[in-house]
Every structure is written in structure tokens, then in C-alpha cells.
């Protein structure tokens, strides 16, 4: 049975550059827009064109290049905004105006003042006139994961007959756990009216580390499009991370969901972001950190070298990275140091080995991390340099 597909609707470059320090030139964003639009991206959130000049040129200039996926151009429910992301867009070949406002109780209070009526009204003039403009038009929900379902679902409901193509439902603040996420996804598959005709999409903050598990949620409840970024990088404590989202569709094929992204391109890629913009990738980063596929205790290095499924549960050939590494510290045993030396060189017997396993512990009980270099001067010690054959 062929698996349905969810959309991967790309931010890295509006809410994950808006981040501090990781601003980016135009010309260091046309080498990601190239490179999302190779990984497979379905939609590049180019920028928010109204925002600055830089950004305009920005959007226009990825707008030219793009070959595959939609170009989106973020504004608020805001006329003269939409109109600077209308012409940002114009050559675009597939444009998308993402417009949108904040729907919780607490948004329409204290930033809008205003009522819940006029919320609606101002959602539907955005969203009609964005339509003036270009056929897909996404309505975001702001502050959707505090908004009461209800309220929120008669927003969505007023904005498809306006003719919203999409209706992204974010959880700005991080704050929803899965099953309420899930649920509210859910909620609004059932009781708003037209809502085959637009794709629902997930728009996830990390504030309590949930916002995979909640995007997640949401495409299980029958949303269609995730939103995120490289390396989950973004507002506070980012977005919710591609590669994950990606990785787990692909790694659950019971879920019958896919994307079509090109995995092999995931670790290159988020090495590519982290160093544009200077943001570094935590070493235990699921799928994409320098630890994810390294191996350090001796009962895990034993197992892996048995049969690298053992411990782990994705191929890293699989996300781009050339091979599982046995990273030799105090804790490694006799397998594992047997290993690292056949690679270097040395093919120990039972007994040198046994030497060799000695004056390895007393080395890493001084080191953090034994190297190669280090195997070499423990042969050196051990006298065994001899038997070297590469
Ligand atoms: O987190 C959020 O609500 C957003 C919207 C502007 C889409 O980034
Ligand atoms: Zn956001």
C-alpha cells in the first residue's frame, strides 16, 4: 500500500534565522534555499518580506532560484504586509502567501484588543485578499495550542470559504503535551466544515522539549504538513527539528506516512546550517549530532560490532554519515579495542590482546578519549609495533 504523504514545509530561514546570531546574508540564504530545494523540501518559508529591505531582496532572490518546491513569504493579517510579500513573490514559480493572526484569548486581550469577531473578521479580509494575489494562501492561527478549539475552529472554518489552502495551527509558546495536540488537530478534522479542501499543518515550539512528539501527534491526527527547521533551530528553544520528524515517519512504516525527503542529504545539510550560522549542533542531537551514531560503553561496542543493530535503530548511511564510530574511553572493553586496532593495523591474537587491553586502561585512565595515535604508542609500549600491516 503506497504511504501518504506529508508535506515538509521548511522555516529555517524565517523562524529559525530569526534567532539571535544566526542572521544570514542573501547570498548565504540562496545556498540553503538551493539546498532545501535539493533535500526535497516541499515549502521554503523564504522570509517575512514587510519585515526589512535585506529580507525582501532575500525572498525575491530565492524566488528566482528555487526549481521545485513552493516559495512562501510570511506577513501579518496586515494589507500593506501582504502586498510587499505579493511582490517579493512574483517569480516565484509556485508562490505562497502565509498570512495570519493570533487567536488565543490572551493574544486577542493584550495585543489586539480587540474581540473574538473582529479576529475573524480581520483572518478573512487577510486571507481574501492574499487570494487576490496568488491561489495558495496559508492562514496561521497564532497562539493555536492555547486556543480554545471551539473558537479556533470556527476561525478555520470562516478562513477556507475565504479560501485559505492551508491552516496552520502553531503552537507558538511550546506549551501543548502530544495528546492535546493531537486532540486539537483531531477537533478540528470533525467539526469544521469544508475542511477536506485544505491541508492542515503543524507548527510546533520546543519550550518543554515536545515539539517532534507533538508534530507527530498532529500528522497521526490527520494533519499533512509539518513545519520545521534544520537542526530544529529556532525562536527560544527552536522548532520543531526536520531531520526528526523525517527520520521517525521513515523509521515507523506503520504509521503509512512518508515524506519525500532525501535523507541522505540530512547530516550534510544540517552541518551546512549550523555553520552559516554559526550555531553549533549539541553532540547527543538525534540524528544529526556528532554523537548520535557513536558508541562508547563496552557493552554497547560489543553488541554493535556483533551487529550494528544491536543499538542502533537507523542505518547511518541512511542520513549521510559514513559509519557508526567506536569511540574508545575507560569504559570500552577488549572487543571494541580489538576492533580499533584491526583498523589501524594491528590484528591481535588472544594473548596480545590481553597485553594490549592492560596498558590501554592505564592510558585511558588518564584520557578523556583514546585516539588513534594513541593505539600506536600502546603497540610501542607493549612492543608489538611490529605486526603493523597498513
Ligand atoms: O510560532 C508561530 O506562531 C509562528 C507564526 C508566525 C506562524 O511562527
Ligand atoms: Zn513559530
Known amino acids: 500500500m503506497s504511504k501518504e504523504k506529508v508535506q515538509i514545509f521548511d522555516t529555517t530561514l524565517r523562524d529559525g534565522e530569526q534567532v539571535p546570531g544566526c542572521k544570514l546574508n542573501t547570498d548565504q540564504k540562496l545556498i540553503i534555499a538551493r539546498r532545501l530545494d535539493e533535500l526535497g523540501v516541499d515549502v521554503i518559508e523564504a522570509g517575512f518580506p514587510i519585515s526589512s529591505p535585506g529580507d525582501f531582496t532575500s525572498v525575491v532572490e530565492i524566488a528566482k532560484i528555487v526549481k521545485n518546491a513552493t516559495v512562501c513569504g510570511l506577513t501579518r493579517a496586515v494589507k500593506k504586509d501582504i502586498e510587499v510579500a505579493a511582490e517579493a513573490l512574483k517569480y516565484a514559480q509556485k508562490p505562497r502567501i502565509h498570512t495570519g493572526i493570533g487567536t488565543s484569548d490572551s493574544h486577542i486581550t493584550h495585543k489586539f484588543k480587540a474581540t473574538r469577531e473582529e479576529i475573524i473578521e480581520r483572518a478573512v479580509t487577510a486571507v481574501s485578499y492574499a487570494k487576490t494575489f496568488v491561489d495558495d494562501v496559508e492562514f496561521y492561527a497564532e497562539d493555536a495550542g492555547r486556543t480554545d478549539n471551539e473558537f479556533l475552529a470556527r476561525v478555520c472554518e470562516a478562513v477556507i470559504e475565504a479560501g485559505a489552502t492551508v491552516l496552520n495551527i502553531p503552537d507558538t509558546t511550546g506549551y501543548c503535551l502530544p495528546e492535546e495536540y493531537g486532540a486539537k488537530i483531531k477537533y478540528l478534522r470533525d467539526h469544521v ?31 499533512r504538513q509539518i513545519e520545521c527547521t534544520i537542526n530544529g533551530i529556532g525562536e527560544r528553544a527552536g522548532n520543531t527539528s526536520l531531520e526528526e520528524v523525517v527520520m521517525i515517519l521513515r523509521q515507523h512504516p506503520d504509521l503509512n ?74 569504559r570500552s572493553g577488549r572487543a571494541a579495542l580489538a576492533y580499533r586496532a584491526k583498523k589501524v593495523g594491528y590484528e591481535l591474537t588472544k594473548l596480545q590482546l590481553d597485553e594490549v587491553y592492560g596498558e590501554f586502561l592505564k592510558f585511558a585512565d588518564m584520557k578523556k578519549e583514546i585516539l588513534d595515535e594513541d593505539i600506536h604508542e600502546i603497540m610501542q609500549v607493549c612492543k608489538l609495533s611490529e605486526i603493523r600491516t597498513v
Open 257 to 330: 506516512l512518508d515524506t519525500n525527503i532525501n535523507s541522505k542529504l540530512l547530516y550534510s545539510t544540517s552541518r551546512m546550517v549550523s555553520e552559516s550560522m554559526g550555531m553549533p549542533v549539541q553532540p547527543n542531537k538525534a540524528i544529526v549530532g556528532a554523537n548520535a551514531f557513536a558508541h562508547s560503553s563496552g557493552i554497547h561496542q560489543d553488541g554493535v560490532i556483533k551487529n550494528r543493530e544491536t543499538y542502533e535503530i537507523i542505518d547511518p548511511a541512511d542520513v549521510g554519515v559514513t559509519e557508526s564510530a567506536i569511540v574508545l574511553t575507560a
Open 193 to 223: 466544515k469544508g475542511i477536506e479542501n485544505a491541508t492542515l499543518s503543524c507548527h510546533c515550539h520546543n519550550d518543554l522539549g515536545l515539539a517532534t512528539a507533538n508534530s507527530i501527534a498532529g500528522v497521526i491526527n490527520g494533519a
